[in-house]
Nanobody
Framework: VQLQASGGGLVQTGDSLRLSCIGS???????VGWFRQAPGKDREIIGG????????YYADSMKGRFAISRDNAKNTAYLQMNNLKPEDTAVYYC????????????????WGRGTLVTVSS
């Protein structure tokens, strides 16, 4: 599956932003995860969603301000980000794997190009 994240940009502290991850055919057969990598830091997982969309996972540090959803009819997954802070500045990536477990525990099999989110103070 091929993936492409989009929707990044420059926002202000407290703003909301929704990122999209558009996939190729067979997108609906994959669990999708969102990750981010801030300048000078390791990549971290935000969370993931199973292929049918009925269940999500969030890293503890990401709970509350981030929400993941998907619309398989549009081959698209979303990351809704609210009350953004300067420390949320990062390149955001979507990734896919056959199992949500693989997204969380190991390196996902498929990655899209990231989209840069910059939050100004």
């Amino acid at each position: 599956v091929q993936l492409q994240a989009s929707g990044g940009g420059l926002v202000q502290t407290g703003d909301s932003l929704r990122l999209s991850c558009i996939g190729s055919q067979s997108f609906s057969t994959f669990a999708v995860g969102w990750f981010r990598q801030a300048p000078g830091k390791d990549r971290e997982i935000i969370g993931g969603i199973i292929k049918g969309g009925g269940s999500t996972y969030y890293a503890d540090s990401m709970k509350g301000r981030f929400a993941i959803s998907r619309d398989n009819a549009k081959n698209t997954a979303y990351l809704q980000m609210n009350n953004l802070k300067p420390e949320d500045t990062a390149v955001y990536y979507c990734a896919a794997d056959l199992k949500l477990h693989n997204l969380v525990v190991v390196t996902p099999a498929y990655w899209g190009r990231g989209t840069l989110v910059t939050v100004s103070s």
